[in-house]
């Protein structure tokens, strides 16, 4: 198995990766349409006695709950990008290494 069977194995893998992070993601976003459905029904003023600070809090611990998924949801494509874009160098250059090679001075300029 040679290096270019290798990448194609590491970009199928993502592929796949990618593939299964759609399908929690549609299925994330019907679970937050549920819930959207459940508070606009639920939760109104007078579920909170005329409580002000309990209304905001509630709505921050939703809030705080959605930019933790987003930001998880962020790091993890980060790091996928990142993986890609070293894998799609080193292809780069090895590809270029021969003339490369062919063309390097030592260092004498």
Known sequence: MDRTDIYLGILESTAKMQQNISIILEAKAAETEKSR?????????????????????????IHEQLVELINGLTKMEWGLGRNLKILLNQDQQESTGGLAGFFDTGGVG
């Open 37 to 61: 459905v459940w508070l606009a029904h639920h939760v109104h003023p007078g579920y909170f006695e005329h409580d002000h600070e309990s209304q905001v809090k509630l709505s921050l611990e």
